[in-house]
């Protein structure tokens, strides 16, 4: 009886132990959509979208950011390292891979985030929706996994929609 009672207590420090070995915030993304510019107060391709690195996700070749009608940016090999940001142009220009902000462009002529209402979906390689904002018009679902609460936040033409803190996404309008 000892014996089993002994193995149940090693399990179950075993259990607990493996429990803590995970790091805080390991089901948490690597990257967060931290600010966005949908309605530039000129050329809609003067749109962007800002990520913060929250950590390192290595390498985001093939990772995506596409909206509700599927345009779709893939990102070139990139490693960016925690703390840092990215962001992704519509417009054209030239790819600046130099942290600690990465910009990319997107080499589009015309806008892609709708003005009245859009969802905007990062997927890393694999196409698992990483990180996900709903703001004007746009529902609070997509793909069934990844959720947008709180108010859809919108804002005037040639004002961005961001993070109250860089990088801290509680997956809400309200935040």
Do not use: C
């Not at 962001?87 to 600690?100: A, C, R, Y």
């Amino acid at each position: 009886m000892k014996t089993i009672r002994a193995l149940t207590i090693m399990m179950l420090i075993g259990f607990l132990l493996a429990l803590n070995a995970i790091p805080a915030g390991a089901a948490s993304t690597t990257l967060v959509i931290n600010e966005v510019m949908y309605n530039p107060d000129t050329d809609a391709k003067l749109e962007w979208v800002e990520l913060y690195v929250s950590s390192s996700p290595g390498s985001l070749q093939d990772w995506t950011l596409k909206d509700t009608a599927n345009n779709t940016f893939t990102f070139p090999d990139l490693t960016p390292s925690e703390g840092e940001y990215i962001v992704v142009h519509t417009d054209s220009g030239t790819n600046d891979t130099t942290g600690p902000v990465y910009h990319l462009y997107w080499n589009r002529g015309s806008g892609v985030w709708n003005n009245d209402g859009d969802e905007i979906l990062l997927g890393d390689a694999s196409g698992v929706g990483v990180d996900y904002i709903a703001y004007g018009s746009a529902s609070t679902t997509i793909n069934g996994s990844l959720t947008w609460t709180g108010t859809n936040p919108s804002s005037p033409k040639g004002t961005s929609i961001a993070l109250k803190t860089n990088g801290v996404d509680g997956d809400s309008g309200d935040g």
